[in-house]
């Protein structure tokens, strides 16, 4: 929040209301600023997978995160990375290697398959993942949500806009950075493990703004 003082009369102009995710305690006058949360946020959880078209354990992975997606539906979103490993010829791993590796360094993922819940929970390879990763999201959902994010797309000629909102329901400490992601689905490629079709590939990542505090 911001305060505005007015010097002739001493009075703070901000936001008075203590429901509001802005409320100013210092504020004498409201301004017509608060903001309110939405009536209804749903929890929603980001899943991300690396993979591969050349390694045979993702094959089980990633049908067992297909599953998850259709189970959880509105309390899940979900990005899969290709990796150039085994196989370096991944065309989805071509289309944008340098995004898929500055996401892979952020987690220091050695190999493939890996998947990371909320961007905490990280398990490697098929056994792990298989064991896990439910269990990572129902941890998730039941945590209570500290954040509203809404977001709006718009095309500009042939560049996708996203203008992103930021509701806060308490003061939350950095470093904080958010993040666009394009990702396509039902991408049709015969992979060499056997897969063909291909859900929330990533095409596109986008680094936003980064705050030490977000209130």
């Known amino acids: 929040s911001i305060d505005v003082l007015d010097e002739g009369t001493g009075d703070i102009y901000g936001c008075t209301d203590p429901e509001a995710i802005n409320y100013d305690p210092e504020a004498t006058i409201d301004d017509g600023s608060c903001t309110y949360p939405p009536d209804e946020v749903e929890q929603v959880v980001l899943v991300e997978m690396f993979t591969n078209d050349g390694n045979m354990p993702c094959v089980s992975v990633n049908q067992l995160l297909d599953s998850l997606y259709n189970q959880f539906d509105e309390n899940i979103t979900m990005i899969r990375y290709h990796w150039n490993s085994p196989n370096p010829s991944d065309p989805m791993y071509l289309y ?115 705050w030490t505090i977000l209130e």
Request: glycine content about 6%; charged content about 20%.
């Open 96 to 210: 944008n290697p340098e995004d898929m590796e500055l996401r892979r360094q952020m987690y220091s993922v050695p190999f493939c398959p890996a998947a990371v819940v909320n961007g905490i929970h990280i398990s490697y390879g098929q056994q792990n993942i298989e064991s896990n990763v439910n269990g990572n999201i129902l941890t998730e959902l039941a945590n209570e949500s500290i954040l509203y994010l809404g977001h709006e797309t718009s095309l500009d000629n042939d560049s996708i806009v996203v203008d992103l909102e930021f509701l806060p329901f308490e003061v939350i400490n950095g470093p904080l950075k958010s993040w666009a992601v394009v990702v396509e689905d039902s991408i049709y490629h015969e992979g060499y493990n056997g897969e063909t079709i291909h859900m929330q590939v990533m095409r596109d990542l986008a680094e936003g703004e980064e």
